[in-house]
């Protein structure tokens, strides 16, 4: 059984410093990443997608993948109250000979006024 | 640019019954997906359509199907409902077969 696994937390961050996600994978074949926003009550929203090992930035949140290691992470610098959310971490995976993209079950992040 | 459009939003059913879902992926999008979302299992793939063939399947049971039409609307049926099938069904679409979801608000199932 093909697995992505995350913390489910809950994490707690103050205010204005840095909040780290991660996230690991057990297929080494997987090639596409993304990282998803769930608010309470809400569906999924996609903020970051990543492809290549290394650092992706777009705004606050920087993605960082490391295939080697199998393991993807989000980064969120100047962490607002808004950024309390729970988020997803995405990976596409191939399971005979179809891709399919499999979700952790999630980190809930709470950011502390 | 309209979004990820899901009928109804609530639902309530009784156990045995069968329900039929309904998603209008966004204008374009030929991919669309289908999942289900408990609070102990967390987002489990149903299924994925791509220009009206079934892509790819997750693994549940075959009271769960879908079937897509030509203008890439996306409907999701589940026959002989059990009280475990109560959750948040979510649709969500593609341009094609390698960028990430939209998700559309999904349709909350509640079976009684």
């Known amino acids: 059984q093909k697995e992505v696994e995350q913390n489910s937390g809950p994490l707690s961050v103050p205010e204005g410093a840095i909040a780290s996600l991660n996230c690991t994978y057990s297929?080494?074949?997987?090639?596409?990443f993304f990282w998803y926003r769930q608010y309470s009550g809400k569906s999924p929203e996609l903020i970051m997608s990543?492809?290549?090992?290394g650092d992706k930035e777009d705004g606050r949140f920087t993605a960082q993948l490391n295939k080697a290691s199998q393991y993807v992470s989000l980064l969120i610098r100047d962490s607002q109250p808004s950024d309390s959310a729970t988020y997803l971490c995405?990976?596409?995976?191939?399971?005979?000979?179809?891709?399919?993209?499999?979700f952790g079950t999630g980190t809930r992040l709470t950011i502390i006024p | 640019k309209a979004g990820v459009t899901q009928t109804p939003r609530y639902l309530i059913k009784t156990r045995g019954q069968q329900v039929t879902l309904s998603c209008s992926p966004i204008?374009?999008?030929?991919?669309v997906s289908w999942y289900q979302q408990t609070p102990g299992q967390g987002l489990q793939f149903l299924f994925e359509?791509?220009?009206?063939?079934?892509?790819n399947k997750g693994n549940f049971p075959g009271r769960f199907s879908g079937r897509q039409f030509s203008n890439s609307r996306s409907e999701m049926n589940v026959s002989t409902l059990e009280l475990g099938d109560s959750a948040l069904y979510l649709c969500?679409?593609?341009?094609?077969?390698?960028?990430?979801?939209?998700f559309g608000s999904g349709t909350r199932l509640t079976v009684v």
């Open positions: 969500a679409s593609r341009p094609g077969t390698v960028e990430g979801y939209t």
């Open positions: 297929d080494r074949g997987s090639q596409s």
């Open positions: 990543i492809y290549s090992n």
């Open positions: 995405a990976v596409k995976e191939w399971d005979f000979g179809n891709e399919k993209l499999t």
């Open positions: 204008s374009g999008h030929r991919s």
């Open positions: 359509y791509f220009s009206e063939t079934q892509r």
